[in-house]
Nanobody
Framework: QVTVVESGGGLVQAGGSLRLSCAAS????????MAWYRQAPGKQRELVAS???????YYADSGKGRFTISRDNGKNTVYLQMNSLKSEDTAVYYC?????????WGQGTQVTVSS
């Protein structure tokens, strides 16, 4: 059974930074992609950033230039560095690990940006 656990959320002032971590129970190299999603109150869940096994990355427009996704294969961990945070970044952030057959979701970590 694969587990995905997020950490690093919290309360931060606008303009501040946070680094989220996502630890998988197995080798992240076994997954085709790892990604971060977020869901704000009253809104649909949206993709924030993703990274593939080969190292390719994708960023939603909302995070381009401010967010950086990275991975440490040795630690089976993916990170999301978030800088210049805005109030609209307030959401629950979820990490996913995707294989060819299914996607595993973490329980989420709350990020609250105060203005």
């Amino acid at each position: 059974q694969v587990t995905v656990v997020e950490s690093g959320g919290g309360l931060v002032q606008a303009g501040g930074s946070l680094r989220l971590s996502c630890a998988a129970s197995g080798s992240i190299l076994s997954f085709t992609a790892m990604a971060w999603y977020r869901q704000a109150p009253g809104k649909q869940r949206e993709l924030v950033a993703s990274t593939t096994r080969s190292g390719s990355t994708y960023y939603a427009d909302s995070g381009k230039g401010r967010f950086t996704i990275s991975r440490d294969n040795g630690k089976n961990t993916v990170y999301l560095q978030m800088n210049s945070l805005k109030s609209e970044d307030t959401a629950v952030y979820y990490c996913t690990a995707s294989s060819d057959f299914r996607t595993y979701w973490g329980q989420g970590t709350q990020v609250t940006v105060s203005s």
